[in-house]
């Protein structure tokens, strides 16, 4: 299999898993998605800057961003919070297995082996703290998130309230035999 085969399925085969996501688990947790990969990108570039890694190749057109930071990394993101959010250390032990499997065996072994990533001057348990790192920032932006909607979806608050526009005019609510406030 080509470099170029391989780093395409990171990108795309990852993205078709979310198809079997249901329509509210993607409205809720692709934020977070969305997040993983921009901070990914962020995290992969100033690595690159202080020599901590050596990208020597990526899927055509992309020049320094890994597609495992776009599809891999968001989809995995989605799928972990779909199944561990809210049990924080069922949380943190899912990512600690795939940031160890990630660390020590794809980004060490395949992708080393390939010519394609290299780890130069920080060992896979440096980069392991890294992701950690970063999946207990996610967390919290979720957690923030969550307190944002909920707040704003307050039903007892608002129980009655009705738009101005969906309220009957008067003269609707005397010709459906409905009484006025001002009739009593």
Do not use: C
């Not at 190749?57 to 930071?69: D, K, Q, S």
């Amino acid at each position: 299999m080509s470099n170029q085969i391989l780093l395409w399925s990171m990108l795309v085969v990852p993205w078709l898993s979310l198809f079997f996501m249901n329509k509210e688990d993607l409205k809720r947790y692709m934020p977070v998605g969305v997040l993983a990969v921009a901070t990914s990108v962020i995290i992969g570039d100033v690595g690159s800057s202080l020599g901590f890694w050596i990208v020597r190749e990526t899927a055509y057109p992309l020049y320094h961003i890994m597609p495992f930071n776009i599809g891999l990394n968001l989809a995995l993101t989605m799928w972990v919070f779909k199944f561990s959010y809210h049990q924080f250390w069922l949380y943190m032990i899912t990512n600690a297995v795939l940031d160890l499997s990630f660390n020590f065996f794809l980004f060490q072994f395949i992708l080393s082996s390939r010519g394609i990533f290299h780890l130069v001057n920080i060992s896979p348990f440096q980069s392991f703290l890294i992701t950690t790192t970063h999946a207990l920032l996610l967390y919290g932006y979720q957690k923030w998130q969550e307190g944002i909607f909920m707040r704003s979806v307050s039903p007892a608050s608002s129980q009655y309230l009705q738009p101005a526009l969906a309220k009957p005019l008067p003269q609707d609510r005397a010709e459906n035999g409905l009484k006025n406030e001002n009739d009593e």
